[in-house]
Structures are given as structure tokens and as C-alpha cells.
Nanobody, 127 residues
Framework: QVQLVESGGGLVQAGGSLRLSCAAS????????MGWFRQPPGKEREFVAA????????YYQLSVKGRFTISRDNAENTVYLQMNSLKPEDMAVYYC????????????????????WGQGTQVTVSS
């Protein structure tokens, strides 16, 4: 089992940047595929980015590709989401999530594919 704690959210102007962090508990962090999701106000939770267990493969939602970068540091049990050129439509509660899958090193999928979730961190983008 893994416990996740996000940090780094806040208020930023359009065009600005934020770096979200997600700290994981436990000694088996490198066994988990990790992802970032977001839930805009009044909308369903949606996939943002995913990273493989080793960090060698990454995937992005089309609307954030080229602006957001997911990375992980397995020695520090942390996954990051660097968000640049933020837009008002990026405003949401951002969640990190983890899943252990015996045969898939990365999971690019909807929320139900993931087993463990953080509490979320609010990102507000002013226009």
C-alpha cells in the first residue's frame, strides 16, 4: 500500500508556472506506475499525465502536451508535475495517483485504473 501527499498548488497568473509534488510513503515506490489527474469545478476527474515505474516513459493529455512535464525521483519517493504556460482552463484540483500492475509499467487511463490517491491540491489560474 502507498500513501500520497500532494503539494505545490496555488494561485498563478495565466502564462505562469507551478511545480506540483507528490510524496509517497513506503519502500516500494518504484514498483508503482504514477499519474496526475485533475478535476475542474463542476466537471469529472480527468487524466493529465502518466509516468512509468522507471520514469523512462511519459504520456500526456493532448491539451497539456508541450506545457506540462511529469517526472519522478524514485530515490526520493516523489513524482512531480511541472506546469508551464498555464491557462485559465487548467484551473482544477490536481491529484496524484498510483497503481501497481504486474504487467504494465505505465498506466494511461481513466481514474478507475488507479488504486491510490492523494488528497489533491488546488491550482487557480487568473486571467
Amino acid at each position: 500500500q502507498v500513501q500520497l501527499v500532494e503539494s505545490g498548488g496555488g494561485l498563478v497568473q495565466a502564462g505562469g508556472s507551478l511545480r506540483l509534488s507528490c510524496a509517497a510513503s513506503g519502500r516500494t515506490f518504484s514498483r508503482y506506475a504514477m499519474g496526475w489527474f485533475r478535476q475542474p469545478p463542476g466537471k469529472e476527474r480527468e487524466f493529465v499525465a502518466a509516468i512509468s515505474r522507471s520514469g523512462g516513459s511519459t504520456y500526456y493529455q493532448l491539451s497539456v502536451k508541450g506545457r506540462f512535464t511529469i517526472s519522478r525521483d524514485n530515490a526520493e519517493n516523489t513524482v512531480y508535475l511541472q506546469m508551464n504556460s498555464l491557462k485559465p482552463e487548467d484551473m482544477a484540483v490536481y491529484y496524484c495517483a498510483a497503481v501497481f500492475h504486474p504487467s504494465r509499467t505505465v498506466v494511461v487511463g481513466p481514474p478507475y485504473e488507479y488504486d491510490y490517491w492523494g488528497q489533491g491540491t488546488q491550482v487557480t489560474v487568473s486571467s
